[in-house]
């Protein structure tokens, strides 16, 4: 069956038929009142209506809709409420906060539908002619802010890429695919998959995002360790411009000059809009297995991890949590069968004989790929390092689970906010002998500015995207919402949580992309000089200022605007009827 896009819910995680099912997952809720200190149980389930949402009456350049009208079919061009909604925002704790209290001030006056480079090259054209800003729209996964229109006074115009989701080429011999930028996750592995190929990149968005967007934010897959980040798999790419379209060659590498390429990786949509990229691709694997260990301590994990990149050994996924994330995957565990659970019972009886202390314990999955006796071999050499850093092993059935529900823990976001429970991340990235001192300081600064608010705080880490030289971090957080303080007491842990990441020398992220959210911290990233450099691409390529205004350029004083954002929302949450008890 051919894969077909849906936009997500425009209050929530996923299509509007899927949800986080308690009952699937016994143990989380339990778990989350516990460490959260949560004493209520009886939340009402909401019933979200769009009606109830206060759209902003759309402010429409008419000369620019007649322009469009003229080359683009009636059904490329919407301002139904329902379209401008749900391109209003990405999937932020602001842009969902906001959307749930019934404000959509972010949305865009229309929304295009583009089919073709030719579509893309028009607007663009008639936007710079009339003044109208452009803000390129993939899945509408985002999470750092990248899709909310910034500023007024000019019409804002979202153009969708969903409709140019194309695979048009693969060269099996050369291991590459050209492909249109509005192809989703599965359908871009659908079509691959007829050629015997993948892209390997596997995003925990991947249901619900495009290669446009993972290339626009240089998005991280889950098995990056063989495949690499996207930017690793950009060989060619082609970016309508306001200044015309930049293009660059199919070739494994090149010494021209400054790579053109890397202009508009991670552009955000602030220089133009990608409309196809040829990409390298890999042989489908003949195996793949996910196993589950277990170490005593999360330092052993570390050490495992590193002592891998040493030896040269990796294997395709690694994915190391603390003792708190642990906790937390096993509380989200899937309804387990009666002989799963006794023999949970006996390995929690051997590994508590074997030294384990539970609370300390840090559970490690691994995935393993390629022919059958490469995967044995990689399964041995990196268990036999493993051992010697004090892991157990335990099989294949916690491997299973993780990939039974690997794309589901977004859906847990929407579940806690009903609960009116914050929950949320920051992920970075810094080298190996930074990654202890980083973890220790940046959680200990997370619980502090949580506890300023008089609530417990639930933090967690894990560590995954290994490198030579170091590996990505990824913190989440959760605490009890304080009511009509919501988003002053969210950002005073987000800043806490960001601010910590850039004065210990870790990146400001690792691929979830600047935005608005990340963007006071970009001139501590990249120097005073490195902001100077993008602002003068963008005023080369985008002199009118059409494209994404208000990304990857901070102003004099980045954190007024940064604290603006989402406090202008109604302190209530819209409470429907109610149609039940939560589960």
């Not at 991890?305 to 050994?313: G, L």
Request: hydrophobic share 40%.
């Amino acid at each position: 069956m051919a894969y077909e896009p849906r936009h997500m819910k425009w209050w929530g995680w996923g299509n509007e038929d899927r949800h986080f099912d308690a009952h699937a997952h016994p143990g989380f809720w339990p778990y989350a009142k516990e460490v959260l200190e949560i004493e209520r149980d009886d939340f009402a389930e909401r019933d979200w209506k769009l009606e109830n949402v206060e759209l902003p009456e759309a402010c429409v350049d008419e000369r620019f809709l007649a322009k469009l009208r003229s080359f683009l079919k009636p059904d490329q061009i919407s301002d139904g409420a329902k379209n401008r909604v749900v391109h209003a925002y990405g999937k932020g704790f602001r842009d969902l906060f906001r959307l749930r209290r019934g404000i959509a001030a972010g949305a865009p006056d229309l929304v295009v539908y583009a089919e073709s480079e030719r579509d893309v090259c028009l607007t663009l054209r008639a936007a710079a002619e009339r003044d109208v800003m452009l803000i390129p729209f993939g899945g509408g996964s985002n999470i750092s802010g990248c899709l909310e229109r910034m500023g007024s006074g000019r019409t804002a115009v979202s153009l969708d890429m969903r409709r140019k989701r194309r695979v048009l080429e693969v060269d099996a011999p050369s291991c590459t695919a050209r492909i249109e930028a509005g192809a989703f996750g599965p359908d871009l592995e659908q079509q691959l998959g007829e050629h015997g190929v993948t892209l390997g990149h596997f995003p925990d968005s991947f249901l619900h995002s495009t290669l446009g967007g993972w290339i626009a934010t240089r998005s991280a897959g889950m098995q990056s360790n063989k495949y690499g980040k996207i930017e690793d798999m950009v060989m060619a790419l082609r970016m309508v411009t306001p200044e015309g379209v930049l293009a660059t060659r199919t070739v494994p590498k090149s010494s021209s000059g400054i790579d053109v390429n890397h202009l508009c990786i991670g552009s955000e949509g602030t220089l133009g809009v990608i409309v196809e990229a040829t990409m390298r691709v890999h042989l489908r694997p003949e195996k793949r297995v996910v196993r589950g260990y277990l170490f005593a301590e999360f330092e052993g994990g570390v050490e495992a991890m590193h002592e891998c990149v040493r030896q040269e050994c990796m294997p395709t996924m690694v994915r190391l949590n603390d003792p708190d994330k642990t906790a937390l995957s096993m509380a989200f565990r899937p309804t387990a069968s009666s002989f799963a659970k006794i023999a949970g019972a006996v390995f929690k009886s051997y590994i508590q004989a074997r030294g384990f202390a539970l609370p300390r314990a840090c559970l490690m999955l691994t995935g393993f790929e390629g022919g059958q006796e490469a995967v044995g071999r990689q399964i041995a050499e990196v268990e036999k390092i493993y051992r010697r850093c004090g892991a157990v092993g335990l099989g294949a059935g916690a491997g299973e689970s993780f990939e039974e529900t690997k794309y589901d823990f977004p859906h847990i976001r929407d579940f806690l906010l009903d609960r009116d429970v914050t929950s949320d991340v920051s992920e970075t990235s810094t080298v190996w002998s930074n990654i202890m001192p980083l973890y220790r300081g940046t959680m200990e600064v997370l619980r502090d500015s949580i506890a300023e608010s008089g609530v417990r705080p639930w933090t967690g880490c894990h560590i995954s995207h290994t490198y030579q030289t170091g590996a990505s971090v990824y913190f989440t957080f959760g605490f009890k919402q304080q009511r009509e303080r919501e988003m002053e007491q969210y950002l005073r842990v987000k800043r806490a949580v960001q601010q910590s990441l850039v004065d210990q020398g870790a990146t400001l992220s690792h691929h979830h992309a600047v935005g608005t959210e990340h963007l006071p911290w970009l001139m501590e990233d990249i120097s005073p000089v490195g902001v100077q450099a993008v602002a003068a691409i963008k005023r080369g390529l985008d002199p009118a200022n059409i494209m994404n205004p208000g990304r990857l350029t901070p102003s004099a004083d980045p954190f007024r605007e940064w604290m603006r954002i989402g406090q202008s929302t109604t302190s209530s949450p819209m409470y429907f009827p109610a149609k039940g008890r939560a589960s």
